[in-house]
């Protein structure tokens, strides 16, 4: 079992660039993908990246070439780079862990990309 916490959204202007972390406490080192999901209001919650245990990504087509993942197994710890950021953006965004096909979640961000 493991507890998720993000960090770092906020407020942004159109183009502009923001970081997103997420810790993880209890279980780390038996999570296989982590990764970042986003839910605008009224819409569902979709992928925006992950990342396998072994480094390995996945990114949705929305944000490939703005977004970058990174992952820390160490520290437990998941990162989104977001760059180029357009008001489509705009939604919160939820840590994701999965242990043996158990997922597990943030309580969210919010992030705003606005004039």
């Known amino acids: 079992q493991v507890q998720l916490v993000e960090s770092g959204g906020g407020l942004v202007q159109p183009g502009g660039s923001l970081r997103l972390s997420c810790a993880a406490s209890?279980?780390?080192?038996?999570?296989?993908?982590m990764g970042w999901f986003r839910q605008a209001p009224g819409k569902q919650r979709d992928l925006v990246a992950i990342?396998?245990?072994?480094?390995?990504?996945n990114y949705s087509d929305s944000v490939k070439g703005r977004f970058t993942i990174s992952r820390d197994n160490a520290k437990g710890t998941v990162a989104l780079q977001m760059s180029s950021l357009e008001p489509e953006d705009t939604a919160d965004y939820y840590c994701?862990?999965?242990?043996?096909?158990?997922?597990?979640w943030g309580t969210g961000t919010q992030v705003t990309v606005s004039s």
């Open positions: 209890g279980s780390i080192f038996s999570i296989n993908v």
């Open positions: 990342v396998t245990s072994s480094g390995i990504p």
């Open positions: 994701h862990a999965n242990i043996r096909g158990k997922a597990y």
